[in-house]
């Protein structure tokens, strides 16, 4: 628990890792801006500096979060529609869901508080753009399917295999390798 807050230097980050920790222990509801300030040791108004309210900070994280996964889009669409380009894209989504693994299990937990938020939406339409770049041309539905599910594996992977044993390297290669099976047999036609 510890090693997050050391990692992360600045107070807008170690607010936003406290914040994601507590709302995991005890639920977003029954976390109070005080009780986050509490545990960073620092004062209200400290707090207040950088965020008015708990939505803020949701929102803040969620801003960091996606950033990677909107550069990744973008990339995506200066490259060609190669299977080597979607490819990369899973093997990149991968890695920027590794590091979003947090604020997912607070997606899944609190998906009330999503709805509020309306947070649930843009990722929807990001998901949703990420997926027209892993499409063939004219996807068939069974194509769709496949590329659906690459993505949706990458996502079930970080809830599902939480609790199996075994190093979370090892597990993301697995999943990711599972990812670019389904990719690759949607690129080429049947």
């Known amino acids: 628990m510890g090693s997050s807050k050391q990692r992360r230097g600045n107070t807008r980050q170690r607010i936003q890792d406290v914040a994601l920790e507590l709302f995991a ?4 509801e ?12 620092v004062t209200k108004a400290a707090l ?13 994280l969620f801003e960091d979060l996606t950033k990677p996964i909107d ?13 080597e380009t979607k ?4 093997e990149r989504y991968s890695h920027a869901l590794a590091d979003a693994a947090p604020l997912f299990r607070f997606m899944q937990e609190n998906q009330a508080t ?3 938020l309306s947070i649930g939406e843009i990722f929807k339409s990001r998901m949703t753009t990420l997926l ?8 068939t539905m069974t194509e769709r399917v496949r590329c659906f599910s690459a993505i949706f594996s990458m996502h079930a992977g970080l809830f599902v295999l939480k609790d199996v044993e075994g190093d979370p390297e090892e597990k993301r ?7 670019t099976d389904l990719i690759t047999q949607a690129h080429h036609r049947a």
């Open 25 to 28: 222990e005890q639920g977003y």
């Open 30 to 41: 029954k976390t109070s801006l005080r009780e986050i300030a509490e545990q960073l040791d």
């Open 48 to 60: 207040y500096y950088h965020f008015k309210t708990k939505e803020d900070i949701v929102v803040s």
């Open 71 to 83: 550069e990744l889009i973008e990339w995506g669409r200066e490259q060609p529609p190669t299977l």
């Open 87 to 90: 490819r990369e894209l899973v």
């Open 114 to 116: 999503m709805r509020e």
């Open 132 to 139: 027209d770049q892993l499409l063939p041309p004219d996807a």
């Open 173 to 179: 290669n697995a999943i990711l390798e599972v990812a």
